[in-house]
């Protein structure tokens, strides 16, 4: 349909004089926001919005959505967008600029580029993820290393291939969380970071079960990662070394059909179970 270009300034997305030509994008039209304008545009926690694109290649621009965006592609080149409502049915092009979360929610969305999660938010993950390198192939990056960060995926089955995780921060608590039953799949790595961390976890919000059939690696100088959801299923391969401990604390059951590693220098403690198998 139309491009619809942001005039500059703050602003409510849904002010159509904020906008050239004077309309809010809708349905079928890319949205930009361009220039080197300090611009703040908000989207309002009772507003939704759907779009066919977003662009946003101005370094000093912000979007927040505290509301509901739904959009085809949204391409961050630069600036900030952060997420504390409902990001919707969007590849998002992470080619510059940061994705920031408060606690916000990616719905049946695709990640291009790499994915950071720093100071103390939450992403939120319903419906069908993926995330890929910046060209839409190869395996996708994730970074969680806040002083409190989290990665939820909440839905009663979810699933992730393909992808590295880098988890865990000198400052927090850092966690991969699973609401329902995730699965760690094919070409999945989960790892600390390379230097100290403090304490890292894969857990559950809830009643929980985690399944893994990737790779998860905690290889620090120190530093101590929590495998503590309540049903812990691990197919593929736990390695630990380095100087790093593993505490394995389900409250429940952990399974163990694949491959566990404790190098030199390191500890694994195996605590608080119901039920513990190693076949």
């Known amino acids: 349909m139309a491009t619809i270009d942001w005039n500059g300034g703050s602003g409510d997305w849904n002010d159509p004089s904020d906008w050239t030509p004077e309309q809010v994008p809708t349905t079928g039209d890319t949205a930009t926001i361009t220039g080197t304008i300090a611009s703040d545009v908000l989207i309002n926690g009772n507003e939704t919005v759907s779009v066919a694109g977003v662009t946003i290649d101005n370094p000093l621009a912000s979007l ?42 990616l719905y049946n969305d695709k990640i291009e580029g790499a994915l950071v999660l720093g100071g103390s938010g939450t992403a939120e993950i319903q419906g069908t993820f993926a995330a890929t390198g910046i060209d839409g192939t190869g395996p996708g990056t994730i970074t ?23 988890i865990g921060s000198a400052g927090g608590l850092d966690s991969l969380s699973a609401g329902g039953v995730l699965t760690l799949g094919t070409g ?13 976890a894969l857990a559950s919000d809830g009643a929980g079960t985690i399944i893994n059939d990737g790779s998860i690696i905690a290889d620090a100088a120190s530093g101590e990662m929590d495998l503590e959801s309540p049903a812990f ?26 491959l566990l590693t ?16 190693n076949t």
């Open 233 to 258: 299923i691990n197919n593929g391969a736990i390695t630990v070394a380095g100087g790093a401990d593993l505490e394995i604390t389900p409250y429940g059951t952990f399974a163990n059909t694949g």
């Open 188 to 200: 999945v790595v989960v790892q600390t970071t390379t230097t100290a961390f403090l304490d890292v």
């Open 262 to 277: 404790i190098g030199n220098a390191s500890t694994a403690t195996i605590a608080y179970l119901n039920t513990f198998t």
């Open 144 to 166: 969680i290393d806040g002083a409190d960060s989290t990665l939820l995926f909440n839905d009663a089955t979810d699933s992730l291939d393909n992808t590295t995780i880098t």
């Open 64 to 105: 927040e959505v505290d509301g509901y965006l739904s959009a085809d592609t949204i391409a961050l080149q630069a600036g900030t967008i952060t997420d504390d409502g409902t990001i919707a049915n969007a590849t998002i092009a992470l080619d510059g600029g940061s994705l920031d979360f408060g606690f916000g929610l």
